[in-house]
């Protein structure tokens, strides 16, 4: 019965290599970031110089929106890896990032949250200069709500959302750190 044990426990200790896949799966994916980061550039500087000020911002904006993403899925794959499947062996590379293997779930979960809202942020920021440049140009606005009021409405309240979101996973990793610090004291005092 104990060997029987013994190779289920081997069996479902080694399935956390069946994650490998995703993380190179994210690799890819920051592939694809380069390809379209790379796109968008050399779509943008044949035009640098007829192009507006808020164009030139936008542009910047997407370039600066594609690395946020690329730096988020490259914490993911790398903590995620050494979290869930083996650690990286890097240790006398002097290129290793100083953050790798020392960002544990719930640190990884506030980055998460923090490059996203980070994301968000430039999101709204290129809606405002999309219709600073809509007004500029004499659009139309209408005195109610036209579909580019309710569309940057929306993008405030998801962003306002994140935001809380973010403050809440700090505040209660916060807590438990300060719980984990209290039982540590208390485990240290008997």
């Known amino acids: 019965m104990k060997a029987l044990e013994n190779l289920l426990e081997a069996l479902i200790f080694n399935s956390r290599w069946l994650l490998a896949p995703f993380y190179l799966g994210l690799v890819i994916g920051i592939v694809m970031l380069l390809v379209k980061f790379t796109q968008e550039l050399f779509h943008v500087l044949p035009h640098i110089f007829s192009s507006s000020e808020s164009e030139v911002v936008l542009a910047v904006l997407a370039l600066v929106d594609l ?81 580019a009021d309710q569309a940057i409405a929306w993008k405030v309240g998801i962003h306002v959302c994140l935001v809380v979101t973010g403050l809440l996973f700090a505040y209660m990793d916060n807590i438990s750190e300060r719980t984990h610090a209290l039982k540590h004291r208390g485990n240290a005092e008997h």
Do not use: C
């Not at 899925?73 to 499947?85: D, K, M, P, Q, T």
């Not at 430039?122 to 579909?147: H, Q, R």
């Open 67 to 147: 690395s946020l993403v690329a730096n988020l899925l490259l914490i993911v794959i790398f903590s995620g890896y050494e979290n869930f499947v083996s650690k990286i062996n890097t240790k006398g590379h002097e290129d290793r990032p100083e953050w790798m293997g020392q960002v544990d779930f719930a640190s990884l979960k506030i980055k998460v949250i923090a490059s996203i809202v980070a994301i968000s942020a430039i999101e709204l920021l290129k809606s405002f200069v999309n219709l600073s440049i809509l007004l500029k140009s004499g659009g139309d606005t209408p005195a109610i709500w036209s579909e």
